[in-house]
């Protein structure tokens, strides 16, 4: 069985700080694969990795997002809006997702009646299927372009801006959403019960060219709605991914190809959660590169294809003949960050 494991996140996303995050760090195993593969480049972006990983030049399933929540999307132009909090860092305001929330459908309803309101006249529709996530209905295509939340989560969102014909126009208008959410009774009671603030939203997603995703595996398991999404266009199953590599027995019974999409790391990584991401990478040493290198040794596991993203992003193939190689030495993943 040939298997490609994607695990967004297993590069330090600053890369300059990525040897000393790693600093006093054991993980053996995956040390042996990476000496032993060969390694590549990979998409910089989370973004690029999915769309690649579907065989998508950009990411952009708002319309198809909004059909599969119930919305009447077959018309019009849409956009993802999903709910965020915005905090201020000295020169730097700094984006978090709804995984930080507790946001509940009767407070969703409450913002989103208000953005309707607001927004009306400018031929804007704001939708809430779900509390974390939101969609807005375009009376014209945007002329601007947008960048993904998973690739501004954690990062400075004045480098991620809206660009485009358009995008002073965009710029301005998410301004103002952020003034009506900042000042909305929902986030003063949501401030006043220790909760975080639904203080913006997100823009992203647009894409009128109907293109299917496609799967080159036989076999998906992913945790991601983005991901669940993106594969059941594509007319592929997907399946929770288990705790750790014992619980792909049955698929490596199956034979054929097995994709993983690992993001344990991802949350950590993408708000410098130093400590929480090194917890995180020594217990995928020991639930998934240790047995994933017993695997291979054994002849389970024909191939395995590592990736993840980031300025230090990188693939790594590895098949079983290549653990014979025993001149390969041992790389860590430190050496993998360029040198300063």
Not at 150 to 156: K, L, P, Q, Y
Request: net charge negative; hydrophobic share 45%; glycine share 8%.
């Amino acid at each position: 069985m040939k298997l490609t494991l994607i695990v967004p996140g297993l590069s330090w996303l600053d890369a300059h700080d990525g040897a000393e995050v790693l600093k006093g760090l054991s993980l053996p195993a995956l040390a042996t694969l990476l000496g032993r593969a060969c390694i590549g480049t990979a998409p910089p972006t989370l973004s690029e990795l999915t769309a690649q990983s579907f065989g998508l030049t950009r990411l952009a399933p708002a319309r198809q997002d909004a059909l599969a929540d119930g919305l009447d999307a077959a018309a019009g132009h849409w956009l993802i809006a999903d709910p965020v909090h915005v905090r201020v860092d000295r020169d730097r305001a700094l984006l978090a997702d709804v995984g930080v929330m507790n946001l509940a459908q009767h407070e969703a309803d409450a913002l989103v009646e208000s953005l309707n309101r607001h927004f009306a006249e400018d031929g804007m529709t704001f939708f809430a299927p779900q509390p974390g996530r939101w969609y807005v209905r375009l009376r014209d295509a945007s002329g601007a372009s947008f960048t993904p939340l998973m690739d501004a989560v954690g990062e400075n969102i004045n480098e991620h801006l809206p660009g485009g014909a358009n995008g002073l126009t965009w710029s301005r208008w998410l301004n103002e959403m952020q003034m009506l959410l900042y000042t909305h009774p929902v986030n003063d009671q949501r401030e006043a019960q220790g909760e975080v603030s639904v203080n913006s939203v997100w823009l992203w997603g647009e894409d009128d060219t109907a293109v299917t995703p496609r799967m080159r595996a036989d076999r998906l398991f992913s945790d991601d709605a983005t991901w669940q999404g993106l594969a059941r266009q594509a007319g592929q199953e997907t399946s929770d991914v288990p705790f750790a590599f014992s619980g792909l027995s049955e698929a490596l019974e199956g034979g054929g190809t097995t994709l993983v999409h690992l993001d344990r790391l991802l949350a950590p990584a993408q708000y410098r959660d130093a400590w929480g991401w090194r917890d995180a990478i020594t217990q995928l040493e020991a639930d998934w590169f240790s047995p994933l290198l017993a695997a291979l040794k054994s002849g389970r596991i024909s191939e395995l294809t590592l990736l993840t993203h980031g300025p230090a992003g990188f693939s790594a193939n590895v098949t079983r003949s290549d653990l014979w190689k025993f001149w390969r030495r041992a790389r860590p993943l430190t050496s993998l960050y360029p040198a300063e």
